[in-house]
């Protein structure tokens, strides 16, 4: 089973920016790359993907031009840009295989001041 260690969270303030890391032990780690989060008392929810095999990218529309998704093939390393953080960007980061968070790692916590 792939192993997918996250990094790069932190307490920022409002508008700041952060880069997240996904470490995997193989690359690509999926057919579709995610990066999902999950704030206290919430659901998960997906911020990003990358389709491996053809490239495709896409962000929820409530996201989309602030997160910015990317990979490094030669350091098996999936990232995650966030820009202009807001509060309600706070929740823990997770790489996954799928939309729901399967196969995610142990997360980075993102905390975001006002």
């Known amino acids: ?17 952060l880069r ?9 780690f999926a057919t579709w790359m995610y990066w999902v989060r999950q704030a206290p008392g919430k ?5 990003s993907y990358i389709n491996s095999a053809n490239g495709g990218i896409d962000y929820p529309d409530s996201l989309r031009g602030r997160f910015t998704t990317s990979r490094d093939d030669a350091e098996k390393t999936l990232y995650l840009q966030i820009d202009s953080l807001k509060p309600e960007d706070t929740a823990r980061y997770y790489c996954a ?7 995610r790692g142990q997360g980075t916590q993102v905390t975001v001041s006002s």
């Open 43 to 47: 659901e998960i929810e997906w911020v």
């Open 1 to 17: 089973q792939v192993q997918l260690v996250e990094s790069g969270g932190g307490l920022v303030h409002t508008g700041g920016s």
């Open 20 to 28: 997240l890391a996904c470490a995997a032990s193989e690359f690509p």
């Open 97 to 103: 295989t799928s939309s729901d968070g399967a196969g």
